[in-house]
């Protein structure tokens, strides 16, 4: 590194704006990169309704970053990825470990040190303690902003203004989603409501899930005594119609929910065309590749646990498996896949990227993982030396396709914002070729797990590529 920090030194500084998980990991890649960076971080100048110390990256809730499991976990494949491209994220992460069986937690007191004393060692890092009240300046040409789901007022304001009114999101309001693998056909059937085709339709375009009287009273019935899980103190309770979690419709009477979102109106059962349901769910595909399903009008405030077990009371939901689960929480985030190219940068400035959490990725790991991709597209901007982005069969490559272009948008629903954020997941990777077992066929969890299997090797290897790295020593090892 020595070598080239004379040069570097006479380029212009790259500005991050935020020092949390997705600004320290996009300072650490454009300084390794050779370029000079400033990072800016409004604490302790200003703090934010959830963080505490003048850390960088802290960690404002749990200190988990989930799964370790690189082989047939999705956010474990991604700290795999982030390891080979050098993640101070993952390294500090690793050197703080605490006990947590296959996951990886974290003494966060000591990780956040740990990435405070790397990024104030480094020669090409220079820290601003200070709020950024606006848009960067016109002289700070490459600048990437990662100010997080708690982004300071004035700030988001001017994001707000920039981009228009509908692409800035101050609150999660998301009804769970599912495997597309993991519904069953045989109860379920695909169909428009009334067959409508509509712009871009086929007249089969959700999957509906059938209820008689009884099932429907049993579901009513759990969604008021499940549990829910409360709104913070500063988060108000920001309902509003056509956003009403499901649990409160039920609240307002048994009836609500099935002359709302659950109506049995213009659906013919197709496996039983005579009988009339009761009430029906309706599920919508929710990424491009076809591989996950959200249930449409189901936001929930109830908690995750819950959640499983009264949605697999569905109908054709019995073994469903939840890419993720709903919830409604603060959390502020922009329209990415109307706003941002294929590398991170806001289509209508050139040269200013987005990252982390308010792209509308979630979760630490996701967000220093974003983090990391916005540091290396801009270094490589300020070399000269345009990057692709990493391919789609990757952990990177699925998450940043989810943000900047894998989304369907809602053609029949106008006016409603159809992109919400998502962990890391199997579901945002396209499909992987199993090659044909010798002897005996694979079934039911050894099937899932092969494929998981054969998921994951195919992203480090596609990852390694895209990063350059050398194949063959690795095979070697
Ligand atoms: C209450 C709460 C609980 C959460 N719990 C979890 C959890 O348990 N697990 C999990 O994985 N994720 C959790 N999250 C999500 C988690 O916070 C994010 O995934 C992650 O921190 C996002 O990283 P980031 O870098 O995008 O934002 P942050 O880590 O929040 O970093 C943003 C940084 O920008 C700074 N900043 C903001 N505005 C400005 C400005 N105008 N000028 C300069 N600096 C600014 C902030 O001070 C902050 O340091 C939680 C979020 C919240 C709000």
């Known amino acids: ?13 790259i500005h991050v704006i935020g020092g949390g998980l997705a600004g320290s990991e996009a300072a650490w890649q454009i300084a390794e990169a050779g370029v000079p960076v400033v990072l800016h971080e409004m604490r302790p100048v200003r703090g934010t309704e959830a963080h505490k110390t003048d850390g960088l990256a802290e960690l404002v809730c749990s200190n988990s970053f989930r799964s370790d499991d690189a082989e047939t976990n999705a956010v474990g494949l991604l700290h795999a990825e982030m390891r080979l491209a050098g993640s101070l994220i993952m390294r500090s992460g690793d050197a703080h470990q605490v006990p947590a069986g296959s996951a990886l937690a974290v003494d966060r007191d000591g990780f956040s040190a740990a990435v405070t004393e790397r990024i104030e060692a480094h020669p090409l890092i220079t820290i601003e303690r200070g709020e950024v009240t606006g848009l960067p300046p016109a002289d700070w040409d490459l600048a990437i902003i990662a100010t997080g789901p708690l982004t300071a007022p004035s700030l988001a304001e001017a994001i707000r203004e920039a981009t228009g009114a509908d692409a800035l ?3 999660d309001a998301i009804a769970p989603i599912v495997h597309f693998d993991t519904i069953d056909m045989d109860t379920c059937w695909f169909q428009s409501r009334y067959d409508k085709v509509g712009p871009g339709g086929t007249g089969k375009d959700y999957i509906n899930c059938p209820m008689d009287k009884a099932q429907y009273e049993a579901f009513i019935q759990a969604l008021l005594d499940g549990q829910k899980t409360e709104f913070k103190e500063w988060e108000g309770t ?19 929910l099935r002359h709302g979102p659950m109506k049995p109106m213009g ?13 029906v769910v309706q599920l919508r595909q929710d990424n491009a590749l076809g591989t996950l399903y959200n249930m449409v009008g189901f936001q929930t405030k109830l908690r995750h646990g819950e959640q499983s077990r009264i949605f697999r009371m569905i109908p054709g939901l019995e073994n469903a ?35 982390g959490q308010i792209t509308g990725c979630e979760g630490y790991v996701e ?8 540091g290396r597209f801009a270094a490589a901007e300020r070399l000269g ?13 699925a998450l940043l396709n989810h943000i900047t272009g894998g989304h369907i948008v809602s053609d029949d629903e106008p006016g409603k914002r159809s992109f919400q954020p998502m962990n890391v997941n199997f579901g945002l990777f396209p499909p992987v070729t199993m090659p044909k077992p010798e002897g005996k066929r694979l079934r039911g969890k050894e099937k899932t797990q092969a494929k998981k299997k054969a998921v994951t090797a195919r992203a480090l290897s596609d990852c390694r590529g895209w990063l350059g790295l050398d194949m063959t020593a690795e095979a070697a090892e």
């Open 1 to 13: 590194m020595a070598g080239i920090i004379p040069a570097a030194m006479k380029t212009e500084p």
């Open 169 to 171: 999101a101050f609150f």
């Open 238 to 256: 920001p309902y509003f119609d056509g956003c009403l979690p499901i649990e409160v419709m039920a609240e307002r009477g048994p009836e609500t």
């Open 267 to 279: 659906l013919t059962n197709a496996h039983n065309p005579t009988v009339k349901p009761y009430a």
């Open 321 to 355: 498996e939840f890419a993720r689960l709903g919830g409604l929480h603060r959390n502020t985030y922009i329209n990415s896949p109307t706003l941002l190219d294929c590398t991170l940068q806001l289509k209508l400035r050139p040269g200013l990227r987005f990252a």
């Open 367 to 374: 967000s220093a993982a974003i983090g990391l991709l916005a």
């Open 385 to 397: 030396r345009p990057l692709a982005p990493p391919p789609e069969t990757t952990a990177f490559g």
